[in-house]
């Protein structure tokens, strides 16, 4: 009778040995051992890692094509009577250019704007701002042009955007509009011109206040 009862012990013990040495084994391979451990997609060596790309500048005249020295770099901002003119962009095309005839399609313009030809179609970035306390306008209202663009002591032409001309404040071609009392507008603008530029400026004149800033100056001056 002793004797049936410890090999019953003994077999029991041995079976729970099995199991809990099952166990065991299981667990075992479910973790990596810490010598032939893989590191993480998140941990990247000092050496891999690249250094952050430098932003391109900003592309906003292309008078060194003409060999032109600026007196200032774009933008350059001038104010009148309340309201505040920056040109950001100013590019003169050749009007037979695909720049220069896309432009003019999509939006309407039109290179008969004097009675020499054209030569040239100048596209303009601008932003204007009302900092006055009444409103600032072109339109049926104010026919009276705030601002112009002068090249070699011209006032450049703007010919009429055909498209957009009947839209007050358009963002991409720029014809009528009106400033409330701190309100601001980016938009566009192109001009003609009939030879190579050499003298550059822009000037505001409104409610008695008038000031002019050259881009390119004569030489020698």
């Known amino acids: 009778m002793k004797k049936k009862i410890v090999e019953a012990t003994m ?28 590191p993480t997609a998140a941990v990247k060596s000092t050496a891999s890692v690249k250094p952050t790309a430098t932003p391109m500048p900003i592309m906003r005249d ?4 003409f060999g032109l020295k600026k007196e200032v770099d ?18 003169f095309y050749d009007v037979k250019s695909k720049e220069a005839q896309s432009l003019m399609k999509i939006y309407g313009y039109s290179d008969r704007i004097y009675k020499t030809p054209t030569k040239y179609m100048v ?5 204007i701002e009302n900092k006055g306390s009444k409103v600032i306008q072109v339109s049926a209202v104010d026919l009276n042009e705030k601002w112009h663009l002068k090249v070699d002591s011209v ?13 007050l404040n358009n963002k991409e071609a720029l014809w009528n509009w ?12 192109m001009y003609g011109y009939f030879k190579d530029p050499s003298v550059i400026s822009i000037y505001a004149s409104f409610g008695g206040g008038f000031e002019e800033k050259y881009i390119v100056k004569r030489p020698g001056e």
């Open 74 to 91: 774009l933008p350059v901002t001038i104010s009148a009577g309340g309201l505040t003119y920056t040109l950001e962009k100013l590019m």
């Open 178 to 189: 009106v400033l409330k009392p701190g309100e601001k507008l980016s938009s566009y603008q």
């Open 11 to 38: 077999a029991a013990t041995m079976l729970l040995g099995a199991v809990l040495g099952q166990g065991v084994v299981a667990n075992a391979e479910a973790v990596t051992p810490v010598a032939t451990a893989k």
């Open 123 to 127: 596209w303009t970035k601008l932003t």
């Open 62 to 65: 292309n008078l060194s094509k």
């Open 155 to 167: 006032n450049l032409l703007a010919p009429t955007p055909g498209k957009t001309m009947l839209e």
